[in-house]
């Protein structure tokens, strides 16, 4: 991938940010910060809003929806944006122009690469690399997109579903240039492994008990979030587990012990007639 120059060390600083669309609160009191290097995986139900969330801390205007609240953006940014509507192509223009934007040569790790060949490595033979991208499947498009990307210079990459269409060679190739960009990334999918492959922390999608949409902010992969999620669960089930009440105990009154000078009528007889007979036997 072309790696533009590093961005300052502070790259979005938010406070406060509210977003809302048809009055629906997709975001409430989010603040965090993301910081050069960060690599962010997105998760959400679809149309929770984690688009509409990105292009706000990215700056990017979208009249339909409410704002509010401070997004502070670094210096020197250049965002390359992988979408999943695909509408940075030209569908009436090839494959080779639209990746190298006419020319016949690309700069690839700094050194000049004819487009064909540079294709090739994207499953695009010379013939197929001239045909106009109307004529290509979902999967292909995807390929021209990522080839133009990855041409790119740039310190931020913003994936949105990249993994859709993919086939296994290209995703493999897709996840190895992503794992090894040294720029900011902000990742949003469906692919759990490909996120655990890629990102350092991840971003979740829920809801308060007025039903507005939040982020919650997890260390790690996606199989880490799940391991923190379960945690605190846990934490709020115990939390929240009924407090048993100890009622006081009535204990019986304990009787005074009688008196053995008192013996009833029985006993003593009793006493009696086995001192008789113990007489008796010493007699003999």
């Not at 502070?72 to 944006?81: D, M, Q, V, Y």
Request: glycine share 8%; with cysteine; aromatic share 6%.
């Amino acid at each position: 991938m072309g790696q533009g120059e590093k961005s300052g060390k502070l790259v979005c600083k938010v406070k406060n940010l509210h977003l809302e669309y048809d009055g629906n609160v997709l975001v409430d009191d989010f603040t965090t910060t993301i910081m050069r290097g960060d690599k962010i995986g997105i998760v959400g139900p679809n149309g929770a809003g984690k688009t509409t969330l990105i292009k706000a801390l990215l700056d990017m205007s979208d009249d339909e929806v409410t704002k509010t609240g401070s997004v502070e953006l670094g210096t020197n940014l250049k965002i390359a944006f992988f979408d999943q509507l695909r509408d940075q192509l030209d569908l009436e223009a090839s494959v080779a122009q639209n990746v190298s934007e006419g020319s016949d040569f690309v700069e690839v790790g700094g050194r000049k690469t004819h487009i064909m060949s540079y294709l090739q490595d994207f499953l695009f033979a010379p013939e197929r690399a001239r045909t106009p991208v109307k004529a290509l499947s979902g999967g292909e498009r995807n390929r021209v997109l990522l080839a133009k990307q990855l041409l790119k210079p740039a310190n931020i990459l913003v994936l949105d579903e990249p993994t859709n269409d993919l086939d296994m060679a290209t995703l493999e190739l897709l996840e190895e240039s992503v794992a090894s960009f040294g720029g900011t990334i902000l990742l949003i999918s469906h692919d759990r492994s490909f996120m655990d492959n890629v990102v350092t922390s991840t971003w979740v999608f829920d809801q308060d008990e007025d039903g507005k949409g939040i982020v919650k902010e997890y260390v790690g992969g996606y199989q880490e979030y799940l391991v923190q999620k379960n945690r605190e669960q846990a934490a709020h089930a115990l939390e929240h587990q009924p407090i048993m009440q100890i009622l006081p105990v009535k204990l019986p009154i304990r009787q005074p012990q009688q008196n053995l000078t008192k013996l009833p009528k029985s006993s003593t007889s009793m006493n009696s007639v086995n001192w008789t007979i113990y007489q008796k036997k010493s007699l003999h």
